[in-house]
């Protein structure tokens, strides 16, 4: 790893940043795999929270020690915890991309009762965009927030699945159609939907193959509403904010897929350089040494990918001028996780299907959901290629 688009002020924080984890969820991680323990998560965040590392994203709330922080520092934290517990930096991620619109296009008010317990590890948040028949294609959503103006409130009414943290969230951005009825402006909304909400429940949580110890289920609202300045942003104004959202979640994510191919690599890189076959090193082997050699260049191109996003974001680069650069980190990261914990499963052997012989198969099941959740592979490629593609309409 070579950290080329990195500045000192970067390295010293993944300095800091990776031992504090070594300190506070490292020891916490078995739990949280094993048991699905949520108090250990919450102490984590709660100790994240403390240390100001949950305000990297937000200059004008920030507290600590780094003279520009942002998305690459963000993305830094994801790459660390993700290389010890992807399940938990999962919990962190989408409250920070709960956080991310509360803090860019609510209200004073709302960003008081909201933003500030999440950035203070009081509270966690929640994204509801996903529903049984709608993914990427948020323009064909079900769910519909309408502006009541006999009561002054905003009415939702719909049915959101795999959403992270649903149900321990305290705060819930949901996003829904509002319709041409000719008192608001019709296209998507964001609403924020506090959990004691009349109208909100959770009707079942799911159980992955991996992640364990991330809650991820339904949300349903019915008829459930929230006051007229819980809007964010205005009536119709939701696709912009989650285009934002998107851009932040991607780059995110191409850490999360650093973190957790990294991990993968080193535990393969010791394998190969212990372990004799036939007399010889496994690592002297041709077909291993390949397989190294492949996710070493792998996750060096996927670094300089990812941090390219995120340092052009810093820049000030957002919306869909950033749209390629971060979906492009997010395929290349996760591809290559998907990558590096199947060669590094298949190098081990058997031991690397075995819980008993190191982490190597809770990094395969864990990898598997990169590639798909924050918009799938096929969808990154899509917002690529419509970029280098800009005299076609693309037919998805």
Not at 28 to 33: G, K, L, P, Q, W
Not at 176 to 190: L, V
Not at 337 to 353: K, M, P, R, S, Y
Request: with cysteine; charged share 25%.
């Amino acid at each position: 790893m070579q950290d080329f688009l990195l500045t000192d002020e970067d390295r010293a924080f993944r300095t800091e940043v990776r031992a504090f984890l070594q300190r506070e969820l490292a020891p916490r991680a078995a739990d949280i795999e094993e048991r699905r323990d949520w108090d250990a998560v919450k102490h984590v965040v709660r100790a994240l929270a403390q240390a100001g590392y949950l305000r990297l994203m937000f200059a004008d709330l920030y507290r600590g020690s780094l003279k520009k922080p942002g998305l690459t520092h963000a993305t830094i934290l994801s790459e660390e915890a993700s290389a010890i517990n992807y399940a938990f930096e999962t919990t962190i991620a989408t409250a920070l991309s709960c956080a991310y619109p509360l803090h860019r296009h609510a209200s004073e008010a709302l960003r008081e009762a909201y933003l500030e317990p999440i950035l203070d590890g009081r509270a966690v948040g929640a994204i509801c965009v996903t529903e049984p028949g709608t993914g990427s294609d948020s323009a064909d959503m079900q769910t519909r927030v309408e502006y009541d103006a006999r009561t002054d409130e905003w009415v939702v009414n719909g049915f959101k699945r795999y959403i992270s943290n649903a149900s321990v969230a305290d705060v819930y951005i949901a996003y829904g159609i509002t319709p041409r009825d000719g008192t608001s402006k019709p296209g998507i909304t964001a609403v924020a939907v506090p959990k004691d909400a009349g109208g909100i429940s959770f009707p079942r949580n799911y159980t992955f193959m991996g992640r364990h110890g991330c809650i991820v289920g339904e949300v349903k609202f019915d008829n459930c509403r929230v006051p007229v300045d819980h809007v964010l942003g205005g009536a119709g104004e939701g696709s912009a904010i989650m285009r934002g959202m998107f851009n932040f979640e991607r780059a995110i994510l191409g850490g999360s897929g650093l973190g957790v191919a990294r991990s993968a690599f080193e535990i393969a890189r010791a394998h190969a350089q212990s372990r004799k076959t036939f007399g010889q090193f496994l690592g002297c082997k041709q077909l291993i040494w390949d397989k190294i050699a492949q996710m070493s260049w792998r996750i060096d191109a996927a670094e300089l990918i990812t941090y390219r996003a995120t340092k052009m974001y810093d820049a000030g680069v957002d919306g869909r001028a950033l749209m390629k650069e971060a979906a492009m980190a997010k395929l290349v990261a996760t591809e290559t996780a998907n990558f590096c914990v199947n060669e590094t499963v298949q190098i081990l052997g058997g031991d690397g299907l075995t819980k008993e012989y190191g982490r190597a198969e809770q990094l395969y099941r864990d990898a598997r959901a990169l590639t798909i959740v924050g918009g799938t592979s096929e969808m990154a490629k899509y917002l690529i290629a419509s970029r280098d593609l800009p005299d076609l309409k693309i037919n998805l």
